[in-house]
């Protein structure tokens, strides 16, 4: 099986304005293949899918990013599987725009995990199969806290990155009871602040503890930009995708507009390894880094997996990074 991930992928402002005018597929760019010819893709969705909605507390949230209804076809042409929604903006235009993009998530036949009517459906993993082999996907974040959903009301599924929190050993048995139903389970945070090219401290252990209790991957995002892998009982951990797609402005330092397609390649149920494909996102398109840029932005992502005493193989052919995660005892 061929899993693809990749980060954020924000579909408002300046990039809905520009599907307007182009082809929904535009925002993949030359990416496109890794999704079609994948068994099965995840990405976080970091907008809502609506032409309702006001700003929610434009006061105090600077940012808000909603994309029309029409851009589901962006997710479908690309064959996604799955989105995680607990993240920061699924109620940037209140509750009826997150309804309408959970109902066109619905209807399109894509997954969604960490968002939903209520704490249950917030809470609840989702399970797919590709090849044979059955996936849970969970999603929580430890942002916007006011946005947590309820037994009453439409939210997210909030979780302070913190261990000594209850609602964490909560998380914990749901992970268990997914691994009982699924041969891989994805645990999804978005968590942590923008920006930082290193995990927050308490990520690491809450990281550990998920694989501890069944996780096989942890896809972590927020932060913009992208952070190390670390291997950890043979299951690899993504602490920060960076972002895929949107128009922001680019950070010089801490560039923003660098990351990855990780693609997951299993026998199996059994993880073989984990390849990163380094990209670029230029004009509002995901594009493939090419040349000493591919190699400059791999050289990062291996120095920064080094520090959690993780070793990355740079395949010269293949242009991407490698992570063998075969024969390793869990």
């Not at 691994?179 to 978005?190: G, M, T």
């Not at 670029?280 to 791999?298: C, D, H, K, P, T």
Request: net charge negative; proline share 5%.
């Amino acid at each position: 099986m061929r899993l693809v991930l990749v980060g954020d992928v924000m579909l408002g402002r300046l990039v809905n304005d520009r599907l307007r005018e182009k082809p929904v597929e535009f925002v993949w760019g030359d990416t496109i293949p890794f999704f079609k010819s994948a068994d099965a893709s995840v990405c976080n969705l970091e907008c809502v899918i609506s032409d309702r909605g006001e700003r929610r507390e434009p006061s105090r949230k600077a940012f808000h990013f909603r994309t029309d209804s029409k851009n589901i076809e962006a997710l479908t042409k690309a064959a996604i599987t799955a989105v995680t929604l607990a993240n920061n903006h699924s109620l940037d235009f209140g509750p009826d725009a997150l309804a309408d993009t959970l109902n066109s998530l619905d209807a399109s036949g894509i997954k969604r995990a960490g968002a939903g009517a209520d704490i249950r459906e917030a809470s609840s993993a989702v399970y797919f199969k590709a090849s044979g082999v059955g996936v849970a996907l969970m999603s929580f974040t430890d942002n916007e806290p006011g946005w947590e959903a309820t037994e009453k009301t439409p939210g997210v599924y909030y979780l302070p990155a913190d261990l000594n929190d209850p609602r964490t050993a909560t998380l914990m048995d749901k992970i268990r009871e997914a691994k009982k139903k699924a041969d891989l389970v994805i645990v999804s945070p978005h968590w942590g602040p923008n920006r930082g090219y290193r995990p927050v401290p308490g990520h690491i252990p809450l990281a550990h503890a998920m694989i501890d209790a069944g996780a096989d991957i942890v896809f972590g995002h927020s932060c913009h930009v992208f952070q190390g892998v670390e291997l950890y009982r043979g299951r690899p951990i993504i602490y920060g995708a960076g972002d895929f797609i949107d128009d922001y402005a680019v950070d010089e330092v801490e560039r923003n507009d660098e990351s990855f397609v990780f693609i997951v390649e299993t026998d199996g149920a059994r993880l073989q390894r984990l390849l990163l494909y380094p990209t670029m996102i230029i004009r509002f398109q995901a594009r493939s880094a090419r040349g000493f840029l591919a190699e400059e932005i791999a050289i990062k992502m291996k120095t920064l997996s080094s520090e959690l005493n993780t070793r990355l193989k740079w395949l010269e052919e293949e242009s991407c990074l490698e992570l063998d995660l075969s024969g390793l005892k869990t």
